[in-house]
């Protein structure tokens, strides 16, 4: 799955570059048809804030399970028994996402991308008896281009490679890997200076190895053995920009 998000990406890549000449005399739209209030410009930069989907949680759970981090946590004066392992996502929960977005219009249909992100995901905790416990937090900072198809100078979608590194408390191997990224956005109104960005993102990242994880009190140890989990996530973020 992951080599075929990888090949698709290149792919349409390159469909898109070889057309460019073609969408460009397609989509070309006359400037002077634009009122005193609307702004045609090639280049834009957006900021925007989000939430990620959950990452390597599931997988992580998965592995705890099989490591013995799945006793239930006792209840006290704040709450009752509690179920591991669990994991907490989302925006907010050891962060807020952000997006930094540079977008470059060199036809009406072409929308090219340069993309900087840093995605907090969430954490994940297991409990193996009384004194042992783990407690997993983990994100992804991205680098990214693409090259977007462009509709209504307002929409687009479109993919790319990426860089991504992946960041977490307990030990990765190889944490920097290319990946892709999917891409879709609406930015509105359309052509004035500054405009409201809402973005959807999906990033192929893969597999990495995580761990081995030791707990240990004193004499007492668990350890949660290395595990390939996946990283790959989506990102909704919402955000505001300025045409240049």
């Known amino acids: 799955m992951y080599h075929r998000n990888i090949f698709i990406a ?3 890549s390159a469909v898109i570059f070889f057309g460019l000449p073609v969408y460009q005399a397609l989509g070309q739209v006359k400037t002077d048809s634009l009122t005193e209030n609307e702004h045609r410009s ?7 804030l989000g939430t990620a989907s959950s990452g390597p949680a599931v997988d992580l759970e998965e592995a705890m399970v099989l490591s013995g981090f799945n006793k239930t946590t006792p209840g006290g004066f704040f709450g009752g028994p509690v179920a591991n392992p669990f994991s907490r996502t989302g925006s907010g929960t050891i962060g807020l996402p ?3 977005d540079l977008r470059y219009s060199p036809g009406h249909l072409i929308l090219l991308g340069a993309i900087v992100s840093d995605a907090p995901i969430g954490e994940t905790d297991g409990y ?4 042992l416990s783990l407690s997993i937090k983990y994100s992804v900072f ?7 198809l462009q509709i209504a100078d307002c929409f687009h979608m ?7 590194i992946a960041e977490s408390n307990a030990e990765i191997k190889s944490a920097t890997k290319l990946g892709a990224l999917f891409d ?7 052509y004035s200076r500054i405009f409201f960005v809402v973005s959807f993102q999906y990033r192929s990242v893969g597999n990495l190895d995580i761990g081995p994880i030791e707990a240990r009190i004193g004499n007492s140890a668990a350890t949660m ?7 790959d996530h989506s990102l909704i973020a919402v955000g505001m920009g300025t045409r240049l």
Do not use: E, K, Q, R
């Open 225 to 231: 053995p290395a595990n390939s989990v996946s990283f």
């Open 42 to 48: 090639l280049l834009s930069v957006s900021l925007s």
């Open 158 to 164: 479109g993919v790319g490679p990426a860089i991504y």
């Open 128 to 131: 193996h008896d009384t004194s």
């Open 142 to 148: 991205t680098i990214a281009s693409t090259v977007s």
């Open 10 to 12: 290149i792919l349409f």
């Open 184 to 190: 879709a956005g609406l930015s509105i109104p359309a």
């Open 98 to 100: 952000w997006m930094i």
